[in-house]
């Protein structure tokens, strides 16, 4: 069945609507940023860099590290672009813009996030990079998706009778990473993580300048949760909706956060640009050597 102009959008060079891009731009493995000046700060690294494109704040960088490919793609801040942005990414390998049909076969990308974030947890200090191995989504975005499959309804309901949640919010679904992806990311210096998606900076996230958040308390609340070994360790604004698209859309995904603050006890990294600096190089290293 053709996908209708309205469902797909292309623009009148044959790029995808909102992220400019054509199949041909983007690498098998895009490595996902919030911010669109954390792109150049990844492909200062590349050998050489063949393609740079952006429109809105969905700016693409390609090129290649120690010989392979990769893209690197901002998402700009939150789960509403991570909507966007997965599943153009996706229609730009799996969908044939031609014939405006899906292909009968699908590529699987590597979707690997490089954010920035908050600890909840006294014990993850700032600048310490969180991979995380699970995330809960506070967003709504995945409840719009035929998505209980992927869901961890096990945790979900552990957290929801914990919690006292109101009903006036969106359910938390809880969404894994590639276990894989995560296996050829991982080293001893970095902290496994379960990841709070909020959909806001502010009262989401328990800060208060002039308004005040319903509940002072959430982020304790979301501390002293536990379901069996596992305890919620940071809070950002992407992962749990990048995990959960990825799965329902058959690609792998991960997210490496930097901590910047620790909510705790109140600190803030003392050089949040060396921070994810090593965060970027770190990850660049640990692909090529893997040979992702
Ligand atoms: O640094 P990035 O990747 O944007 O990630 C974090 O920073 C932004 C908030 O300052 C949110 O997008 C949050 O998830
Ligand atoms: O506290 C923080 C830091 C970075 N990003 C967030 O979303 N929260």
Redesign the pocket.
Known sequence: MSLKASELILNPDGSVYHLNLRPEDIAQTVILVGDPDRVPKVSRYFDHIELKKSKREFSTHTGTFKGRRLSVVSTGIGTDNIDIVLNELDALVNIDFEGRAVRKSLTILNLIRLG???AIQADIPADTLVLSDLAIGFDGLLHFYESEAVQRADIQYAFLQYADWSVLKAVPYVVQADPELNELLYSENMVRGFTATHPG?YGP?GRSLRLMATDADSNQTLASFRFKNLRITN???ETAAIFGLARLLGHKAASVNCI??N?SDGTFSPDPSAAVDHMIRYTLERLAAQGT
């Open positions: 920035t974030s908050g900076f996230q809070m950002e604004m910047l603050a909510r």
